[in-house]
């Protein structure tokens, strides 16, 4: 898509970076890694948007729960049940860590705070979503965000368990660029995304992170499910 993309001149981000993912990314999270691996875990994305990856997980029948900076659930007609939400600047003000069993499953912001750019701003939310999370940290991130001296030192600290390639690229337009594009908004995506996963209860060792491949949708599932 043009002007939509996670690419897009600084003048076209949203300030909060809230870049809409479509339903699909999450379904294909919980088909790779199994149902098993939530089981029994309350599912919060502190960074919800307009909910869409809590309400895959709801659907699915999890617990879920979410937060953001502000209650964007819903937006552009998207169905969201009535699950627990609070606003929270996670970055800011993360929640100190839960006695349930707890999984966090989030688009993370990449570099963007009211505006204001933040340096490793990625890597510190998922720092802080590790604080948090008792069992999993899964993050929504472009592909490129694996390589960095950055997210070197953060994997020395925390390996990923798992590492989710979506072979189709999704489509993530800012969130107040929608209205305007109308029809184009969910088109061809221009960026590569891939979930990567850590698991708190386990320790990865180096060279022992599993690359999982989504294979892409066809053109009528993708016709289906456009901005789902």
Same mark, same amino acid.
């Given at each position: 898509m043009s002007a939509a993309e996670l690419t897009a001149l600084a003048a076209d981000r949203h300030p909060w970076d809230w870049y809409v993912d479509e339903s699909w990314c999450t379904e294909a999270l919980i088909a790779t890694i199994g149902f098993d691996a939530f089981k029994g875990q309350l599912i919060h994305d502190p960074c919800c948007g307009r909910g869409t990856i809590p309400q895959v997980f709801a659907t699915f029948g999890f617990e879920v729960s979410g937060g953001d900076v502000e209650d964007r659930r819903g937006?552009?007609?998207?169905h969201v049940d009535d699950w627990a939400f609070a606003i929270r600047d996670f970055y800011l003000s993360p929640p100190k860590r !839960?006695?349930?069993?707890? !999984?966090i499953a989030f688009n993370p912001p990449y570099s963007t705070q009211d505006g204001c750019v933040v340096t490793a701003l990625s890597s510190m939310m998922v720092s802080r979503a590790l604080r948090v999370a008792t069992h999993k940290v899964c993050a929504l991130v472009p592909s490129k965000w694996l390589h960095s001296d950055e997210r070197y030192r953060?994997?020395?600290?925390?390996m990923p368990s798992d590492v989710i390639h979506l072979m189709e690229r999704p489509s993530m337009p800012p969130g107040h660029l929608i209205p305007a594009l109308g029809d184009d908004a969910f088109g061809n995506g221009k960026a590569d995304y891939s979930w990567v996963m850590f698991d708190n209860r386990a320790v990865t060792a180096p060279g022992e992170t599993r690359t999982h491949f989504v294979k892409p949708r066809d053109a009528v599932f993708k016709a289906a499910g456009r901005g789902r």
């Open positions: 937006a552009y007609g998207f !839960s006695d349930r069993p707890t !999984s953060l994997f020395e600290r925390k």
